[in-house]
C-alpha cells in the first residue's frame, strides 16, 4: 500500500522586508544576502498573526468537508510554540471545526520536527489505512535585530493530510537518521529569539547530511543517481547548496551526473520567504513540485531533513501520476506575489511588538489572513476569523 502527501498547502504572511533594504542599513554590500546567503526576501509577521493564525490559514483550504471527518490525528510541529503546555493545534482544531474524536499533539526538535511527524503519521496509516493525519509545520524564525543570524529570518506555515494512496506523493520506507548532542543554535525558555553559533550550526548541519545519507543506504534507500530531484533543510538557501555539494562529493561517481538542476527550483519559494524552521524543507518539497516545469511522475525525489541540537533525517519519495491537479499553484504564487514590503521601521517595530508579553492586550486589526489574533486576556489567547 502506498502512503504519503495527499494534499499540501502554504501559508505566510502578508508582509515582508527587502534583504536589500537589511543590507543597506547594516551598511555592507546587498549582494553578501542576495547571493552569499541566497535570500531576497524575509516573509513578517504583524502583530495579529503568530504561529497559529499561520497555521490555521495553511490548512484551512486542504481540511475540506469531505476531509475533516477521517482526521484522526493533528500534528503542530513547530519550535516557536505559544504556551509551554496547551499545544498550538488546539486552537488549529477549535478554528478549523474538526471532530472531537481526534488526537492533538505539538512536536518540538528545533527544525527536524515536522519530519518526525511525517514520519510517524505515516507508519499510523499503514497501521490503520482508514485515518488521514494532519500535519502542520509554523514558524516564526527570529534572531536578534543587527545579529549575524538577522537576515535569515523568516515566517510561514505548511499544512500536509498524510493519507493511504495517496495523490501528490508516496513515501519510500527507508530512512535514514542521525542524532547526537550539539550546542549549534538554541533558545532557552526566556528568550524570544534564537540563539547560534553560525559557523558551528553549518558544520554540523553537513556532518549530519553525511551521517544520514549513510544511514539512508544501509536501510535500503535508492542510489545517489535514482534520486534525480533533492530538496534539503534550506535555512537560507546558500546553505541547499553547501549540502547539495557535500552528497555530491561523498559520491564521487554518481554525484558527477547530478547538475544543480535538481534542486534550483526547490530554492524558489524559500528564497522569498526566509527561514521557517520546520516549514522550511516542506516549502522547499513544494517549490520543487510547482515550479519545475517537467513533468515529475513517477520519479523520486531525496530529502534531508536537519534540526539544530541535532537531528537530521534523510528519506526519499516519488511523485504520483496526476499530481499536478492536486497542488494550489496558483493560489501559492498569488499568495507571495501580492505581499507588501516594509520599511525598516515598521519592520522593528513590528518585531519588537511581536516579542512583547502580553498580559491583556487588543490586537490591532492588520492581518486579511482567513485567521488573527484579536486579543489576550489573562493570558488567554483569542483568536478571530477575518470575515
Ligand atoms: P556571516 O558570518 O554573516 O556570513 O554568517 P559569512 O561571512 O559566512 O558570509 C556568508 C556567505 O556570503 C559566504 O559565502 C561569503 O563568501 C558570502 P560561503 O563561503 O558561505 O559560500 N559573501 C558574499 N557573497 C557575495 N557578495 C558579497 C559577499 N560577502 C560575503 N559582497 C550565517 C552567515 C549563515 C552563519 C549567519 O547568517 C547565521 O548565523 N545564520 C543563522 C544560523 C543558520 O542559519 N545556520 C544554518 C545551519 S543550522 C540549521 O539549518 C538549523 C536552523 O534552521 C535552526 C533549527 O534547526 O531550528 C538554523
Not at 505566510?12 to 546567503?37: Q, R, T
Not at 502542520?136 to 535585530?145: L, N, P, T
Not at 561523498?250 to 558527477?256: T, V
Not at 513544494?286 to 536537519?306: A, C, K, R, V
Amino acid at each position: 500500500m502506498n502512503v504519503g502527501i495527499d494534499s499540501i498547502s502554504l501559508c505566510v504572511p502578508e508582509s515582508y522586508y527587502s534583504l536589500a533594504d537589511l543590507a543597506e542599513k547594516h551598511g555592507i554590500d546587498p549582494n553578501k544576502y542576495l547571493y552569499g546567503i541566497g535570500q531576497e526576501k524575509m516573509a513578517v509577521p504583524s502583530p495579529d498573526e503568530d504561529i497559529v493564525t499561520l497555521a490555521a490559514g495553511a490548512a484551512k483550504p486542504i481540511v475540506t468537508d469531505e476531509v475533516r471527518d477521517s482526521i484522526s490525528t493533528v500534528i503542530l510541529a513547530t519550535e516557536s510554540g505559544v504556551d509551554q503546555s496547551k499545544s498550538a493545534g488546539l486552537f488549529v482544531h477549535g478554528l478549523l471545526g474538526l471532530k472531537p474524536n481526534c488526537r492533538v499533539v505539538e512536536f518540538k526538535q528545533a527544525c527536524y520536527g515536522a519530519t518526525a511527524a511525517l514520519q510517524m503519521a505515516t507508519d499510523m496509516v499503514r497501521q490503520r489505512p482508514e485515518q488521514k493525519i494532519l500535519i502542520i509545520a509554523s514558524d516564526i524564525a527570529r534572531y536578534e535585530q543587527d545579529s549575524q543570524g538577522e537576515c535569515t529570518q523568516g515566517a510561514g506555515a505548511l499544512a500536509m493530510v498524510v493519507s493511504a494512496n495517496p495523490r501528490i506523493l508516496n513515501l519510500h520506507r527507508a530512512r535514514g537518521m542521525h542524532s547526537f548532542d550539539v550546542m549549534d543554535f538554541w533558545r532557552p525558555n526566556n528568550h524570544k529569539a534564537a540563539q547560534v553559533d553560525g559557523q558551528l550550526s553549518i558544520e554540523v548541519y553537513l556532518e549530519s547530511m553525511r551521517q544520514a545519507w549513510n544511514e539512508y543506504k544501509a536501510d535500503g534507500g535508492h542510489e545517489l543517481a535514482e534520486l534525480p530531484w533533492l530538496c534539503f533543510h534550506q535555512p537560507f538557501t546558500k546553505m541547499a547548496k553547501k549540502a547539495f555539494t557535500a552528497l555530491t562529493e561523498s559520491e564521487p561517481e554518481q554525484g558527477q551526473a547530478l547538475t544543480g538542476e535538481s534542486y534550483e527550483h526547490s530554492l524558489l519559494y524559500g528564497r522569498q520567504i526566509g527561514n521557517t524552521y520546520t516549514a522550511s524543507l516542506y516549502i522547499g518539497l513544494l517549490s520543487l513540485l510547482e515550479n519545475n516545469p517537467q513533468d515529475l511522475t513517477d520519479q523520486n525525489i531525496g530529502l534531508f531533513s536537519y534540526g539544530s541540537g541535532s537531528v537530521g533525517e534523510f528519506f526519499s519519495a516519488s511523485v504520483v501520476p496526476g499530481y499536478r491537479e492536486h497542488l494550489r499553484t496558483e493560489e501559492h504564487q498569488q499568495m507571495l506575489a501580492d505581499r507588501q514590503a516594509l520599511s525598516h521601521e515598521k519592520y522593528s517595530a513590528w518585531f519588537y511588538q511581536s516579542l512583547a508579553d502580553h498580559k491583556n492586550q487588543v490586537m490591532p486589526k492588520l492581518s486579511n489572513r482567513p485567521y488573527r489574533l484579536e486579543k489576550v486576556e489573562e493570558f488567554r489567547r483569542v483568536y478571530g476569523v477575518n470575515d
